[in-house]
């Protein structure tokens, strides 16, 4: 492809993330699937540009507005060509001379307006790189909206540099090796048969990690159930459960099954799972997951907004968990579009969500009986802040330290993963080079 056509298509792919709630690589496979004569290649570096502009989207916007403040004909609807322009011509650097080419190499791009030519002359004007990093705001270097890094400044002390780690491009792949049907020994055996370089994870006793880039979904390994490409951190969040064979387990928020295909290894298909969500699509990517990696003993089950009414409470659970919906603001370095789409209202409202799940829960779990509370949160408003409400509110319910579960379970190669209070479970993308997740042990005594 030509470079103006590589643009055509970025600015394509950018204007419908900018105006949906479908993710980002959600809306790129299907953008190349509508477009299946772009070749891999050629998808490889659309990608890399869309993402790029994604994850530098705050200083890109600092730019332009920096530029555009003086020049009255700009319009809001030009805003992602304007971001192509800096990102090629601030951040990538292109020289002048490849404007041609790479903006009007043919009819694919539209060329240049008026407002965007004198837009175009200010961007070769200044040193930009410079003038941001002198003046900008700590969160437009952060790379999140001021009121994320207003929350997470205060909760964690860390500075701009610490907080833009959290959200950087992981540089790998995590996989999940399904136990029921191989070891990790053996499918790193066969990865390297196949001319892939892989490593063990750091915490996960079934995760590999392999180059950032790799594709394996059309491998015979995936496609065969072997394995599940799971980052680390929602490994973990399984691994703690500590599920056994025979158990009756509920996975109350189960979404497109992850955590409960790793539950069901661990249980070694033996026992009942229920795996329950109010989206039918991710219920039903669950069953199909399932089905290829020869998990038998989980039963999926669609949730109204009456949740309990689908339960008999006298034929309660020995494990809930309740994975709930969150921010995802420890998946952000994965997404990056997420971090512009959340706002405080929403926040509000999932704090509101998470409270509501956690009481429905809490009726489905027998005596002597576990709830796990986990997001894929940051935020303490989504965390500790529930845990202790729910506390306070739950007197049939006592909370089990991390540090406590993980050396009665023999889990001390966890012990780097707990928050400074020893309290809980708290994984930190800059600490511990995963998404972040928050984990909590409740046990119910009456």
């Known amino acids: 492809m030509r470079d103006s056509a590589t643009t055509k298509a970025v600015i394509e792919i950018l204007n ?134 207003s929350i997470i400044h205060n909760q964690y002390g860390l500075s701009h540099n610490l907080i833009r780690q959290c959200f950087e491009q992981p540089d790998y792949i995590s996989l999940r090796v399904n136990t029921l049907k191989s070891s990790r020994d053996n499918i790193m055996v066969e990865l390297q048969r196949m001319g892939i370089t892989s490593e063990v994870s750091s915490f996960s006793p079934w995760g590999i990690r392999l180059g950032y880039g790799k594709n394996i979904s059309s491998s015979h390994i995936f496609q065969q159930g072997y394995v599940e490409v799971q980052d680390e951190g929602s490994q973990i969040i399984a691994l703690i459960t500590q599920a056994k064979p025979g158990m009756r387990v509920l996975d109350f928020c189960a979404g497109a099954g992850g955590k409960t295909m790793a539950i069901a290894s661990m249980m070694q298909n033996k026992g009942f799972i229920l795996a329950t969500d109010v989206h039918s699509d991710r219920l039903q990517r669950a069953r199909e997951r399932m089905k290829r990696s020869g998990i038998y003993n989980v039963k999926t089950q669609i949730l109204d907004k009456k949740c309990q009414d689908h339960f008999n409470t006298s034929n309660a659970y020995d494990i809930v968990l309740c994975d709930v919906p969150c921010s995802g603001s420890g998946t952000w370095r994965r997404n990056p579009e997420a971090r512009w789409r959340l706002h405080e209202e929403e926040l509000n409202r999932l704090t509101q969500l998470q409270t509501e799940i956690i009481n429905q829960a809490k009726m489905l779990v027998k005596q002597d009986g576990y709830l796990f509370y986990s997001t894929c949160s940051l935020f303490m408003q989504e965390n500790e802040s529930i845990i202790n409400q729910f506390l306070l509110e739950s007197s049939s319910f006592e909370l089990v330290t991390m540090q406590d579960w993980l050396l009665l379970n023999k889990l001390e190669f966890l012990q780097k993963l707990l928050s400074e209070d020893k309290l809980f479970l708290k994984i930190l993308p800059h600490k511990h080079d995963m998404d972040g997740f928050f984990a909590a042990i409740l046990k119910r005594k009456c």
Not at 38 to 56: A, F
Not at 75 to 102: G, I, M, P
């Open 16 to 149: 419908e993330i900018n105006n949906s709630r479908k993710a980002a690589d959600r809306i790129c496979s299907a953008y190349f699937k509508a477009h299946h004569f772009i070749g891999s290649n050629d998808r490889r570096r659309i990608s890399e540009c869309v993402y790029t502009i994604l994850r530098n989207k705050a200083k890109i916007d600092w730019i332009i507005r920096q530029i555009s403040s003086g020049i009255k004909e700009i319009k809001e609807s030009q805003n992602t060509r304007l971001e192509v322009l800096v990102f090629y011509f601030v951040l990538q650097q292109a020289t002048t001379r490849l404007r041609k080419e790479v903006l009007l190499g043919d009819r694919n791009f539209q060329e240049l307006s008026i407002a965007e030519e004198k837009f175009f002359s200010e961007v070769q004007k200044n040193n930009w790189l410079t003038l941001l990093n002198v003046n900008a705001l700590p969160h437009v270097l952060a790379e999140i909206p001021e009121w994320v890094y």
